[in-house]
């Protein structure tokens, strides 16, 4: 798995502890780890040791044309993507990119506590999961809803919060196959909190690495 986690607008600091939660799955599960914020490992022969590439808190524009290119390439040879909450404030002049991942982010309210409900439990990557789920987190808003385009795992229930605004479909996380692969987004994981002692969230990332991968069956 190639865990990329460049950002050039806003920059989590959450991420080297993000980075060091894959690093401890990848131990548990059996898959290797290649954490960089390198844009060269974009190409065709790079990519092609990865059956996962994960855009782990990226942020703004992180790719030119030809690792772009490289990119859709291996989702088109099977490859698989996971998203992980700012990846979706990632590469807005990239229509592409905005199909894979399904939405764009737009907003959000202060970080507070809210309800999740569970949509899908047999996926991997919402089995065991507490429904309804209640977690602190920073809850996006997204430029449009993905219903319709990909299959919908978690929805926020917007009245147990201030400040959310898309109205009673708030969907949260997703999965859909796309271009000859499988992509797998959640807006979870804002603070450092969801990378240190946060089982369910370890839980839900591990099994959307894990049907990113071919696992679990289809979406």
Not at 122 to 142: I, K, Q
Request: hydrophobic share 35%.
């Amino acid at each position: 798995m190639l865990a990329f986690s460049r950002t050039t607008g806003f920059r989590h600091d959450s991420i080297p502890v993000a980075i060091e939660l894959l690093r401890r799955l990848g131990a548990t599960a059996g898959f290797d780890v290649t954490a960089t914020e390198n844009p060269n490992v974009f190409t065709n022969d790079s990519l092609g040791q990865f059956k996962v590439v994960v855009f782990l808190l990226t942020t703004g524009t992180i790719l030119d044309a030809q690792q772009r290119g490289a990119f859709e390439r291996f989702i088109g040879r099977g490859g698989g993507f996971v998203g992980v909450h700012s990846a979706a404030d990632t590469e807005y002049d990239w229509p592409w990119y905005g199909q894979l991942i399904g939405a764009w982010f737009r907003s959000h309210p202060a970080i507070q506590q809210a309800t999740i409900k569970v949509e899908d439990p047999r996926h991997p990557s919402t089995a065991g999961l507490p429904n309804p789920w209640v977690r602190t987190d920073e809850w996006y808003d997204f430029r449009t809803n993905p219903r319709g385009s990909v299959h919908v795992l978690l929805t926020v229930d917007e009245t147990t919060y201030k400040g959310g605004g898309m109205g009673v479909d708030h969907p949260i996380a997703w999965c859909h196959e796309f271009g000859g692969g499988r992509s797998w987004y959640t807006a979870l994981g804002h603070s450092k909190e969801s990378y240190t002692g946060d089982d369910a969230f370890a839980s839900h990332l591990l099994g959307g690495i894990t049907w990113s991968s071919g696992g679990g069956g289809s979406c």
